[in-house]
């Protein structure tokens, strides 16, 4: 079964503005993981958050983590129409050897 | 140095007929993971193994059975296949078990997209 669930499942905005996910997770966990998956291809990862960090930064990506809420956030700032794809956090719980993934954001960035 | 390599790319099987996937882990990465991908959905987790040993295996039927060889490559089997096994099968890779803090970092392959009719 899935870990969470993502928000919103389907995001489409204008090129240049920024574009926010959400994931939300059930259990405790040791990292919080980011993919991207183009076209039903292989998943990309992208960006990498400890459960004992608050905020990340890699280039134009921004990700946040509250444990508390068990929730994650990712922006990516300034799009570009290369940034459409489907996006998947994925959790690690502690002890666990697997990735759970949630179920994804399609995102389409119009020109 | 070569990514995830898997075959074969595609694949149509009849219900009831087995199939066998093949994946190649990056140079030096010792853990295999497969995943499996229904379309609209995100990937759900079939097996792990870390030299040579399962060190995980989701929730899916003893239908399903895999293995890893001592070069790391790996194969994932599916007997008797239904039309529920339809979907995009993906290999990952990675240089640990994924037990350190921070690490189980997974690269994954192109995938096997297993079409059963």
């Known amino acids: 079964s899935q870990q969470g669930e993502e928000d919103p499942q389907a995001l489409s905005i204008q090129e240049g503005e920024n574009a926010t996910m959400n994931c939300s997770y059930k259990t405790s966990i040791n990292n919080l993981q980011w993919y991207r998956q183009n076209s039903g291809r292989g998943l990309v990862h992208l960006i990498l958050i400890r459960s004992n960090e608050r905020e990340k930064h890699s280039g134009r990506l921004r990700v946040t983590l509250d444990t508390s809420k068990k929730s994650s956030s990712l922006l990516i700032t300034a799009s570009r129409a290369a940034d459409t794809a489907s996006y998947f956090c994925?959790?690690?719980?502690?002890?666990?050897?697997?990735?759970?993934f949630g179920q994804g954001t399609r995102l389409t960035i119009n020109p | 140095d070569a990514g995830v390599t898997q075959s074969p790319t595609h694949l149509i099987k009849t219900r009831g007929q087995h199939v066998t996937l093949r994946c190649s882990p990056i140079?030096?990465?010792?853990?295999v993971s497969w995943y499996q991908q229904v379309l609209g959905q995100g990937p759900q987790f079939i097996f792990q193994y870390y030299e040579k040993e399962e060190r995980g295996r989701g929730n899916f039927p003893d239908r399903f059975s895999a293995r890893q060889f001592p070069n790391y490559s790996s194969e994932l089997n599916v007997n008797a296949l239904l039309l529920g096994d339809s979907a995009l099968y993906l290999c990952a890779s990675a240089d640990r078990t994924g037990t350190s803090s921070g690490a189980n970092v997974l690269t994954f392959g192109a995938g096997s997209r297993l079409t059963v009719l």
């Open positions: 994925a959790t690690r719980d502690q002890g666990a050897q697997k990735l759970v």
């Open positions: 140079s030096g990465h010792k853990s």
